[in-house]
């Protein structure tokens, strides 16, 4: 499944402090630490004499807005000695370490696109997972970033402690005062190891999922309303400005994972950096995970594509695996559940955006039916 460009991404594991919900792997700081960062640089480096055209990159973490601007400078001296650049470059900035002296260089580095974590724009929700920033913070960062950039992707939380429909009103019409181009929105996920679960464990009460559920339909609908396409289950774009490097991804293009816990799938083959910092800067070997057989590989692209509005595309699918979607699905493509919730043309199946709340189970009955 060789690609002739990949995708970039490149961990940031610091945070000033970690939020209450979080389990991506980052430790406590201030600032990004030079060892660490010394690696990454080798890391990129270890890639130079392959000639590798990067057609999006994505830094992400963690807070990799962390960086200090010399930070960013020599990084994007190392990258670009690394790779052949071209296309969508994005940073994820969260709201209170975003300056105007950062924008600019990233400006004059090439990065067209910036990630902000805003989550809610009501003090209380924030305060409640353990952000930093309040709702006043966030909006001067967009209106700050807005200065420099026009491809913007707010990210918000809905099923938040103390969360109702009219606060995620609140923050969605504050934030449609504001300018951005993208929304991912994320369903609180409860992760075991954090903070927050224990918090529920003892008593906190977190929205129920019907209520949840409703508060997300909210939020698609009013999204919509100001233009927003929902073109992947979490994903809310302006035409034209949906996310390539995550695209690339859910379509099963290649990808160079850089960094303490990143993933790659480059050149056919899926493997795994050390977890931790100190087993990263230790050279621990990576994880290089078995070649799939046909049926995981088969099923995992099914998973990837059926989270996108375009769904599995039945041409593409049959070039990558040889195989006719609609034969080997002929009795699911029958059945009526299926019929009512998903769309079945000749080049394209996909779930209509208003079954995408049961999507896991339609996936699953997918991959049974294999
Ligand atoms: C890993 S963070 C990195 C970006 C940045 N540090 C931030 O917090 O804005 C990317 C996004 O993942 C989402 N996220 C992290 N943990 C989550 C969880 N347990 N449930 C739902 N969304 C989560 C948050 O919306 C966050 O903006
Ligand atoms: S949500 Fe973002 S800022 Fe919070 S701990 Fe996770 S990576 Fe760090």
Redesign the pocket.
Known sequence: MTNNSVGLYIHIPF?KKK?L????YSVKSDEVSETLFLALLEEIQSYRDKHISVDTIFI????PSLLSVSQMERLFEEINHSFNVSGEITI?M?PDSITDDKLKVLKSLGVNRISV?V?SLVDEELKAIGRIHNAQVAIDAINTVNKYFDNINI?L?VGLPNQTIESLSYTLNKLFTLNFTHCSV????L?ENTPLYNLVQNGLILPDSDISVDMYEFATLELEKHGFYRYEISNFALSGYECKHNSNCWHFHEYIGIGPSSHSYYEDTRFSNPETIERYLNKDNKTIYPIEDKNTRVGEYIMLALRTREGIDKNDFKQKFGLDFDSIFKNILSNKDINTSCVSTTKRFYIKPEFYYVSNSIIVNMLEAM
């Open positions: 945070c939020c919900y979080c389990s991506f992400g973490g963690g807070t994820e969260n974590g989550q990210d939380m994320y369903s609180l996920i992760e």
